[in-house]
């Protein structure tokens, strides 16, 4: 099987090309003819070595956890799927295997998507939505009429969070670059701030920042934070409550809960899916450097197939 590999921890400039070997079929699992994956953060961590505490690895490695495809074979105990289903998932990150022409995967970790929905838009879905999904309600608790603040509201978790927030019915203020701003706002942003040249800490009464940066970025937002206010941050994982205000992680784990509401949300009309650029196999080396920039618009993908 064709694959971009790892072979050692470093950057991406160390991912090659090559073949790999494939394992036996479990009985609970499904072969995925993989048509397209898309790059997410964590891979980089990943390829970096950061993560080997919390995803360990082994060597050589298939980088990539978010995919879509067909299904080729299930295994005998499989009732969910069929082979020539279209399908979309997450792997665990210390299996990945997305950038490869194949990955076997638990069949109940995957979910069919509609013939409306194309493999690229499948494919960029699983750890943006899911990650956002998870960032807002399950730990951000945001309610109808909140004041939440999105920063990096462009990229893939953003632009997913920016959707989510808006047809939830908070009032969205979002942080993102100049060029980015009206596409932000056709997403649903009812303000949107230019980080490049404003300062986002003179917004106040936000009930909810949703954390997609760290760093300096999330020590500021503190600041704007309402009495009783809460962050949700997708980075640190060290983040703590300050007084009354609330600071948690976002942990995540698995795509699997929230695909189906991705397809019911897609098919309603409710959610644009953006995609920054398309590579083939070949180059996913490139496709992994343009996310390292941290200016990709939406997502970036790889086309595993001719």
Not at 90 to 114: H, K, Q, Y
Request: proline share 4%; hydrophobic share 45%; with cysteine.
């Amino acid at each position: 099987m064709k694959a971009a590999l790892l072979k050692s921890f470093g950057g991406t400039d160390l991912i090659t090309i090559g073949e790999v070997g494939s394992r036996d079929l479990g009985p609970n699992e499904a072969l995925v003819r993989v048509e397209a994956a898309s790059a997410n953060p964590l891979d980089l961590k990943i390829i970096a070595g950061y993560m080997q505490q919390v995803f360990p690895i082994r060597f050589p490695y298939v980088p990539g956890t978010d995919f879509s495809g067909v299904i080729d074979a299930v295994g005998t105990e499989v009732t969910n799927t069929r082979p020539g289903d279209r399908v979309f998932g997450r792997t665990a990150p210390s299996a990945g295997g997305a950038f490869g022409r194949n990955v076997v995967i638990e069949a109940t970790d995957l979910c069919v998507f509609p013939a409306e929905m194309s493999f690229e838009q499948a494919a960029a879905l699983p750890t943006a939505f899911g990650a956002a999904r998870q960032g807002l309600f399950d730990v951000g608790h945001l309610q109808r009429g909140q004041r939440v603040l999105i920063h990096a509201a462009a990229g893939g978790v953003g632009s997913m969070a920016v959707q989510l927030a808006h047809h939830a019915g908070a009032h969205v203020i979002a942080t993102a670059s100049a060029r980015n701003i009206e596409l932000v706002k056709s997403l649903g942003a009812d303000e949107v701030i230019d980080y490049h040249t404003e300062d986002f800490t003179q917004v106040r009464n936000i009930g909810l920042v949703l954390d997609t940066i760290g760093g300096e970025t999330l020590e500021k937002s503190w600041s704007v934070l309402s009495a009783g206010g809460r962050i949700a941050s997708l980075v640190e994982f060290g983040i703590k409550p300050r007084g009354e205000q609330a600071g948690e992680f976002a942990f995540f784990a698995s795509a699997t809960p929230y695909l189906p509401e991705a397809v019911r949300q897609f098919r309603a009309g409710h959610l644009q899916i953006i995609i920054e650029s398309i590579f083939p196999l070949d180059e996913t080396r490139s496709a992994l450097e343009k996310l390292a920039t941290g200016h990709a618009r939406g997502k970036v993908l790889v086309r595993l197939s001719n």
